[in-house]
């Protein structure tokens, strides 16, 4: 595990992985050890202990999101506390406050929590253009990028062809998730949230501050980073809300049978707001499945892509082509099987090897009106190809290319030569359009 430093200063983790996890969790903490002046009269002055320590811990990590959802569980706190306040108490308080704040200047913290303020930060900026594309992603793809997906979804299709940044997740774990999820799984993830929300709002009921402001502090540190991912950061909001309901029921206080409308409403009303927001008409992308369309319309061009015959990244170098030449609706997928319906519709192979599903090839011959290869590693034999497939299939082989297959190839269908080509194919949308263009004289 690698440390973090700011300016010579240690960013405290304990062993999360991640600073920003540590100060998410350290957040959660100084919200429940509040729950000890809720039990014991002392209790306030044992919490009030714990919380400036934990606060200094906070301090310690750097991190901006676990401050800023420190304070938004305080508010809540704050806004159910018990009144008036004592003035021993307030003073104390201001003593733990004032800690706090000389640890930042000691540390140096605060000259990271005003950057994106008084300069810019790249770490903001970044986050902010990632966020911006969420919900075109959602509606680009109704059933989810994929667990795990999302960041490179948004590097691949959605990142300004001139910037490199690389991601895993959205740096924000709401907006990976939802990006992740089709529109039930979306549906279900923000109306858990009103759900959760609800069960623990204190009506009447000042207990229950702790619960809404542990989970109020667990929301808001998730929208700053991908911490959420971490299992030991939901304990504490589960207990939480257990409390919530068992408190609940030994009260008999439930929220009116009404109430409980709010959930699916607030859910749907969320998941129409990023549909209205996500909607654009200039829109390239859809995911279909497990096929990528890029263009308008239906696809004319499938594509078997693999990377080893189109680089890593033939998914930017198809959107750098797209911007200096207008290029036909083309779906594009990384599997055999994904392609298996492409009746009359010319399909792309490229590179074929031998992890292809040899069935799913079967059928795309089949059914395919036109096929294109592009340095295939496999026989035809291999495929349960006929000997005659010249008015269907053309081959192309990179000059450099080490086709060690070429001949087999040679003996069933055209096969043509790429010049100054080997293996990887560059360009490959102008090279593959010029060698389609060449099957059709």
Excluded at 295 to 315: Q, S
Excluded at 316 to 326: D, G, V
Excluded at 358 to 366: G, K, M, P, V
Aim: charged content about 15%; overall charge positive; glycine content about 8%.
């Amino acid at each position: 595990m690698t440390d973090i430093y700011f300016q010579g200063f240690w960013r405290m983790d304990w062993g999360l992985g991640n600073p920003n996890k540590t100060a998410a969790l350290i957040a959660i903490l100084m919200i429940t050890v509040w729950a000890l002046a809720y039990i014991r009269k002392w209790g306030f002055w044992v919490a009030l202990v714990l919380f400036t320590g934990l606060g200094v811990c906070l301090i310690h990590t750097f991190s901006r999101g676990g401050l800023i959802a420190a304070a938004a569980g305080l508010v809540i706190l704050i806004w159910q506390a018990p009144r008036p306040w004592p003035r021993r108490k307030m003073i104390a308080v201001a003593i733990s406050a004032w800690v706090i704040v000389g640890f930042s200047v000691f540390v140096q913290a605060h000259e990271r929590y005003g950057q994106g303020v008084v300069s810019e930060d790249r770490s903001i900026t970044n986050r902010l253009s990632l966020w911006k594309s969420a919900p075109a992603m959602m509606v680009d793809a109704p059933g989810g990028w994929g667990i795990g997906q999302s960041g490179i979804s948004y590097v691949r299709w959605y990142q300004p062809v001139e910037r490199h940044e690389p991601y895993r997740t959205f740096v924000n774990s709401h907006l990976t998730w939802l990006v992740e999820f089709g529109w039930p799984g979306r549906f279900l993830y923000l109306g858990g949230w009103v759900l959760v929300l609800l069960f623990c709002w204190p009506a009447n009921a000042r207990a229950l501050a702790i619960p809404l402001g542990v989970w109020i502090s667990f929301a808001v540190s998730a929208a700053f980073s991908s911490v959420a991912e971490s299992f030991w950061l939901w304990i504490i909001p589960a207990f939480a809300l257990v409390f919530a309901i068992s408190f609940r029921i030994w009260r008999r206080s439930w929220p009116k049978l009404s109430a409980f409308i709010l959930p699916p409403a607030v859910a749907a009303l969320l998941c129409l707001a990023i549909f209205l927001i996500g909607s654009r008409p200039e829109s390239l992308v859809k995911l279909r499945g497990d096929m990528v369309i890029f263009g308008k319309g239906n696809p004319e061009y499938l594509v078997l892509a693999h990377t080893a015959t189109l680089g890593e990244n033939y998914h930017r170098i198809l959107r750098q082509t797209a911007e200096k030449m207008p290029l036909p609706t083309v779906g594009i997928a990384e599997s055999a099987a994904a392609l298996r319906d492409s009746k009359n519709t010319t399909v792309i192979l490229t590179g074929l090897g031998g992890s292809d599903n040899s069935e799913a090839l079967r059928a795309i011959f089949q059914n395919a009106g036109q096929i294109i290869l592009i340095n295939p590693k496999l026989l035809p034999q291999e495929i349960g190809l006929p000997e005659a497939q010249e008015e269907r299939i053309s081959v192309f082989f990179g000059e450099f290319a080490q086709a060690a297959t070429l001949p087999n190839w040679n003996r069933i269908a055209s096969v043509t030569r790429l010049p100054a080509i080997g293996d990887f194919v560059p360009d490959w949308p102008e090279s593959i359009l010029e060698a389609q263009q060449k099957t059709n004289e």
